[in-house]
């Protein structure tokens, strides 16, 4: 693999982690700033149908409990526009390197990259 498209945030320390665990392996990162550029619908989508959308929720974060959604009942497509307005309400960072996947800090696919690099 030689690369890797990273979705975060410049706050955000889970994205600041995934970029430094790249770039000790050597591995190219197409970063992509959330705040900078939003992420697409489509994109996101491809996040949703491999994890669900609330793996995908920052249900901890305080951008989710300053919209209100612990007490909201929105459909999914409401939630996903939220989403993409705010990628505050993110688990960061979204990585797609290959045909793999992830959200957060995943411990069990940073290991296949790494497995992929070696």
């Known amino acids: 693999m030689a690369e890797v498209q990273m979705f975060g945030t410049k706050k955000s320390q889970g994205a600041r982690a995934a970029e430094r665990f790249f770039k000790e392996r050597r591995v ?12 697409s619908k489509g994109e996101l989508t491809r996040f ?21 959604l612990e007490y909201l009942r929105v459909t999914e497509d409401s939630l996903l526009q939220k989403m993409l307005d705010n990628p505050a309400l993110l688990r960061l960072p979204l990585v797609r390197g290959g045909k793999v996947l992830a ?7 940073r290991a296949a990259w790494a497995e992929m690099t070696d």
């Open 28 to 39: 190219k990162i197409h970063y992509v700033d959330l705040t900078q550029r939003p992420m």
């Open 48 to 68: 949703v149908q491999k994890f669900g959308l609330n793996a995908l929720l920052d249900m901890e974060g305080k951008a989710y409990k300053d919209a209100g």
């Open 103 to 109: 959200v957060g800090d995943d411990a069990a696919a």
